[in-house]
């Protein structure tokens, strides 16, 4: 089985910068791809990133390109989301996923990391 964990998450300033972690352990051969989505209050979940572990370059949404980055450590099983000119709207859970080879759609999830941004 595969898990993946998130990490980084906490209350910041408007302006601030912060930098999630989501380490994926267990059967991590298997591992298509990682991404990370967020839920604010209210609201559906949002895709914000992905980075596919054989190759391609990282996709980021619309919404959050120029101000996030996702990136990879693939000898660590890791994927980062580092956030710049964080805004009170950012403030959500965000939640690290993984895709395995074969699945459909991003099958495994993290329980969620809190970003609160502050005006």
């Known amino acids: 089985q595969v898990q993946v964990t998130e990490s980084g998450g906490g209350l910041v300033q408007a302006g601030d910068s912060l930098r999630l972690s989501c380490a994926a352990s267990?059967?991590?051969?298997?591992?298509?791809?990682m991404a990370w989505f967020r839920q604010a209050p209210g609201k559906e979940r949002e895709f914000l990133a992905a980075?596919?572990?054989?190759?391609?370059?990282?996709v980021h949404a619309d919404s959050v390109k120029g101000r996030f980055a996702i990136s990879r450590d693939i000898a660590k099983n890791t994927v980062y989301l580092q956030m710049n000119s964080l805004k009170p709207e950012d403030t959500a859970v965000y939640y690290c996923a993984l895709q395995r080879i074969g699945a459909s759609t991003w099958d495994i999830w993290g329980q969620g990391t809190q970003v609160t941004v502050s005006s």
């Open positions: 980075f596919r572990w054989t190759g391609g370059g990282p």
């Open positions: 267990g059967r991590t051969s298997r591992t298509y791809a």
